[in-house]
Structure formats: C-alpha cells, structure tokens
C-alpha cells in the first residue's frame, strides 16, 4: 500500500531533550516536506526536499532541522525543543512537478 | 502578508444546501500551482484538487466545483447538495517555485471549518 509514515504518532517530551520524528514514504517520490498545523494558522511549511541532499527552509524553519540522506526518509529533528513548538506535524511526499502531496497520519508533539 | 486567506473561519450549512469556500491567493509568480486538501475530523488531510496557473478551466468533480480567477486571484471551492460526511476543515493552498534544484515552496490557508447540518 502506498503511503507516508510518520514515528511516532503521539509524543510528550521536556524542554531541551533532543527528539527526531521519522518520516518514511514508499513511492519512490522525489518531493519530501514537514508541516506543522497549529489552531488558527493552518498548516506551515518547515523544511522541503527536492531529492537525497537538496533541502531548503519553509516558512518557519527555526528550531528545526532535517536532512535526507536517503530518497525515502526524511526525519525532522529538534535538537533543543521548546514549548512553542508543541504541535501537530505532517509530513508529506509528492513526485517531482506533481506537486499533489500525500500527507502522513501527522505526530502530535507536546513540550512541558 | 498572508499569500493565501481564507475568510471564512467557520461555516455551517444544511444538508443538501450549496456552500462555497473562498480562497483568495497573493503571488508574483507566472507559474504556480493551487490546491484544496479536505482534513475530516478523523485528521488526515486529502488531496482534492491542484490546478496550474496557465489552466482557467473551471473543474467539476461530482459535488464539488472549482473556480480559478487570476483576475480577482481566487480560487473558490463549491460543494452542490451538501451532505453531512462533508463536514470539515478545507485548506486552500499555493504552491510556488522555488530555487532551479530546491522544488516549490508551500503556502497553506489558516482552513474553513465546514459543518453540514442534517
């Protein structure tokens, strides 16, 4: 089945504990990005990436980092999370010029 | 400057009414893409539509209708005879390009919240 995967669905962390959510996609897509949904702001882009090594920075990139060492994977980290960044993150996928992104089931990410 | 808004926060209908949804999109971009996604309470979102900026042709799809503007750079979203699995939040979203290597960067409305009344 084609589909996006995201890990975990559900997590609680302290303030400045390092944390990596994972993302994995098995339709061989080119196009990877991370979202953050927040009530009243819809969705914002964080990071992109257009294939193995090529990333660059959404709208709110800060705190966050990502890398995409493999075509299929694309992990989000936060290396020092804060409370402003507990949210729900989506993580999605698309073909190159399609641009028509599958969405993973999203992580709700909670920071105490 | 929000490059998309969708002004209505909250609409609620009954069911077998017609409901639009607007969209507005800000870009000074000559090729960019729009899109709908549908997010139902169960929380994923799905794609509905994505429509390039070179093809003006309205779309139906079933209930649902599209309406692409560049004059008034809207792009408004119609479901005929609402039913209540209808219900939920609706993201207009603009897609434009980024850097040659980069792909496109990603604008998403803040959503309309539909509630279909039975």
């Known amino acids: 089945e084609a589909q996006v995967t995201q890990n975990p669905r559900y997590l609680i962390t302290v303030t400045g504990k390092k944390l990596t959510v994972t993302c994995s996609q098995n339709?061989?897509?080119?196009?990877m990005s991370w979202y953050r949904q927040d009530p009243g702001l819809g969705l914002r882009q964080i990071y992109y990436?257009?294939?193995?090594?090529?990333?660059d920075k959404g709208d709110v990139p800060e705190g966050y980092k990502v890398s995409r060492k493999e075509k299929r994977n694309f992990p989000l980290i936060l290396e020092s999370p804060s409370p402003n960044q507990t949210s729900l993150y989506f993580c999605?996928?698309?073909?190159?010029?399609?641009?028509?992104?599958?969405f993973g089931p999203g992580t709700r990410l909670t920071v105490t | 400057a929000q490059k998309v808004t969708q002004a209505q926060t909250e609409i609620s209908v009954v069911e077998k009414e017609d409901v639009t949804l607007d969209c507005v999109y800000e870009?000074?971009?000559?090729?960019?893409?729009l899109f709908w996604y549908k997010q139902p309470p169960s929380g994923e979102l799905v794609f509905l539509i994505r429509r390039n900026s070179f093809d003006e042709q309205n779309e139906i799809s079933g209930r649902y209708s599209w309406n692409f503007q560049k004059s008034t750079s809207s792009f408004n979203f119609t479901i005929t005879a609402s039913q209540v699995v209808d219900s939920a939040v609706y993201f207009c979203a603009l897609s434009e390009a980024g850097g040659t290597n980069t792909g496109n960067q990603f604008y998403f409305g803040t959503g309309t919240s539909l509630t279909v009344i039975p």
């Open positions: 870009t000074r971009d000559t090729t960019y893409y």
């Open positions: 999605a996928s698309s073909l190159a010029g399609s641009y028509e992104q599958y």
């Open positions: 339709m061989n897509h080119e196009y």
């Open positions: 990436s257009m294939n193995v090594e090529v990333t």
